[in-house]
């Protein structure tokens, strides 16, 4: 199991276009990806679960992931969020 912080830059907040390209992203791995905001844990690989995060400009998110391609996963999860 891995897990590393990240910061949300998209200035309108993880809303529904990157909320989407996150999801596309964690299904191309068959890690589980779960990501966590304060006492909140959602699955990383559904749309409505991201949605309910209500992540807004600069909020911390940690993300978790557990399995064969976890440090393939990860990496390409920290990508995303640092080039938004």
């Given at each position: 199991m891995v897990?590393?912080?990240?910061v949300v830059k998209w200035r309108a907040g993880l809303h529904?276009?990157?909320a989407s390209e996150?999801?596309?992203?964690?299904n191309r791995f068959q890690s589980?990806?779960?990501i966590k905001?304060?006492?909140?844990?959602?699955?990383g690989k559904s749309v409505i679960g991201i949605m309910t995060l209500g992540a807004a400009y600069k909020t911390q998110l940690t993300i978790i992931i557990d399995g064969?391609?976890?440090?393939e996963a990860l990496?390409?999860?920290?990508e995303l969020f640092d080039k938004a």
């Open positions: 897990k590393h912080e990240v529904a276009r990157p996150l999801v596309k992203l964690a589980r990806i779960t905001k304060s006492d909140m844990e959602i699955d064969n391609d976890e440090n990496s390409a999860i920290i």
